[in-house]
């Protein structure tokens, strides 16, 4: 995210994916032509309890971002994937299922680690009633990994004309927000909401969704809530929790779990010179659900 707190010269660009053209003689991990990815990160410390446990994304010294990061090799700060080159430690290059399509896979070293990895912490399985709230870039991925992970999902929405694409998607069922009596036919049944929203919003109808000890797991909004009432908490031992993005072995195992069960994005590809026009069609919520930049317009 390009704020207030940004480097500049700002080059963005953090979900990549190419093919190897070229290897040193100490690679070990990759050869010539595989299909791999760069993900929100590029290095980290390797040396703390969190990279020990394979939780770069949380490394206590900061992991380094793909932009905008400190760049502990050449100085300043990293610059991403619209660059013309950029450094990443080796272990930190992803291997792309080849049954993939992979202009459609780039989304998923983002979007798609950021919802799979809560799904995957909170062990989801089969008959587990999962709502995703939100139907986006990342609430469009959370209903193909639930849906794929066996459970019952439901797609929870203000927007009624969004139906028809949550059920293409996989889910089993679309919950309005905003119908109170259907919200009270649901009260108490989850065991588990995937929360996508991306900004300030009113938690408690959502909460009053869970069942006992279940939790609701926050990824989108970065930034205050509306006041949450504790009692929505105590009453039924509920947890509202938090994720970011997953590690390199996780992140892995996501992209793994993709090619088994032949999930991408759904994606727009676009060329360098349309850049200005999409950002506009972001704004605009016009995008189903992610673009991808093909740089080799840039040739």
């Not at 207030?4 to 010269?9: C, D, E, L, M, V």
């Not at 660059?83 to 049954?99: A, D, G, Q, T």
């Not at 709502?131 to 959370?142: A, E, F, S, T």
Request: glycine share 10%.
């Amino acid at each position: 995210m390009i704020g207030k707190n940004s480097k500049y010269p700002v080059v963005p660009g953090h979900e990549i994916v190419g093919r190897v053209v070229a290897v040193g003689k100490d690679v070990k991990n990759h050869k010539k032509d595989d299909l791999v990815g760069v993900g929100c990160m590029v290095d980290s410390c390797q040396e703390c309890s969190a990279c020990k446990d394979d939780l770069e994304q949380f490394c206590e010294k900061g992991m380094v971002a793909t932009y905008n990061g400190k760049d502990k090799h050449m100085g300043g700060h990293t610059f991403g994937g619209y660059s013309e080159m950029i450094i990443v430690r080796e272990e930190f290059v992803l291997s792309v299922p080849k049954n993939l399509d992979e202009k459609a896979v780039a989304p998923l070293l983002c979007a798609g680690i950021t919802t799979y990895s809560p799904l995957a912490h909170w062990k989801i399985k089969k008959g587990d009633k999962v709502g995703v709230i939100g139907l986006g870039g990342l609430g469009h991925m959370g209903i193909k990994f639930a849906d794929a992970m066996g459970a019952h999902v439901v797609m929870i929405t203000t927007s009624p004309e969004k139906a028809g694409d949550a059920k293409s998607l996989g889910a089993d069922e679309v919950l309005i927000s905003k119908d109170e009596d259907a919200m009270k036919k649901h009260a108490g049944s989850f065991d588990f909401l995937l929360n996508t929203v991306p900004v300030k919003h009113d938690v408690n109808p959502y909460l009053q969704l869970l069942k006992r000890d279940s939790t609701m797991v926050m990824v989108g909004a970065i930034e205050p809530l509306e006041p949450m009432h504790g009692g929505n908490l105590i009453i039924g031992r509920k947890s509202i929790a938090g994720s970011l993005i997953g590690g390199i072995k996780e992140t892995q195992e996501m992209l793994d779990f993709c090619g088994e069960h032949n999930i991408v994005s759904d994606i727009e590809l676009i060329d360098i010179d349309t850049i200005n026009t999409a950002y506009q069609r972001v704004k605009d919520s016009d995008v189903k659900y992610r673009f991808v930049i093909d740089m080799e317009s840039l040739n």
